[in-house]
């Protein structure tokens, strides 16, 4: 294999390794690392993000939230800031999270039965953007 040909394959290998979703306010890259990166969608800022060590342990951190839970329960595990918010709002806009927005002030999501979730993932992958980054 030439090395030109390796340099493609390797940029190949890292664009199916990083999948980038974005959703109304949020979105959410899969990382070549392992990592999951939640951000405000369109923001550049580290402030306006939050890297997990990986997808399972987001997946982990709303297992342990209420059944109704706000920015201010976010912020117990120790997330400050706008993050918390942004948090909120990903887990209700990400389809792998049973929950929905509730009140808007202040921010505070329910989680919700599979069933349910079922439906609105039907209705929302209309409004969601997938793309390779």
Known sequence: MSRDEATDLQDAVGDAL???REFFRTAGVHREDGTYEVSRRGADSAGNSKVFESFEALRRLFDRLPAEFSAEDVSRTGITGSRRHMLVRHFAEH???????TRRNPLTAEKTTEEQNREQVVGSEEGEVISAD
């Open 18 to 20: 990083t999948q980038r």
């Open 95 to 101: 389809p792998a999270f049973d929950c929905d927005i």
